[in-house]
Nanobody, 125 residues
Framework: QVQLIESGGGLVQTGGSLRLACAAS????????MGWFRQAPGKEREFVAA????????YYADSVKGRFTISRDNAKTTVYLQMNSLKPEDTAVYYC??????????????????WGQGTQVTVSS
């Protein structure tokens, strides 16, 4: 069982930055791929970014490529999402997720077994 706790959400103006963090329980953190997803009101949950257990491979949605950076610190069992040049359309609840690193695809919700409670990100225009 893996427990995930997100932090770092908040209200920011267009063009601003936020850094989300997701702290994971357990001693096998590096065996999990980690992902960030988001869900806006009335919309389905969508993929944002993912990172392999080693941290050497990262994946991004086209909508955030070049603006967001995912990283992880396996010693601290924490994954981060640095969000720059934020836009109003980035407003959503952001969720951290963990799934077995052996899975071929880690850019879909079905690839993940554990989810955090979510943190709200609001970008004002």
């Amino acid at each position: 069982q893996v427990q995930l706790i997100e932090s770092g959400g908040g209200l920011v103006q267009t063009g601003g930055s936020l850094r989300l963090a997701c702290a994971a329980s357990g001693r096998t953190f590096s065996s999990y791929a980690m992902g960030w997803f988001r869900q806006a009101p009335g919309k389905e949950r969508e993929f944002v970014a993912a990172i392999r257990g080693s941290g050497k491979s990262t994946y991004y949605a086209d909508s955030v490529k070049g603006r967001f950076t995912i990283s992880r610190d396996n010693a601290k069992t924490t994954v981060y999402l640095q969000m720059n040049s934020l836009k109003p359309e980035d407003t959503a609840v952001y969720y951290c997720a963990a799934g077995m690193n052996t899975k071929t695809i880690i850019t879909t919700t079905v690839s993940y077994d554990y989810w955090g409670q979510g943190t709200q990100v609001t970008v004002s225009s």
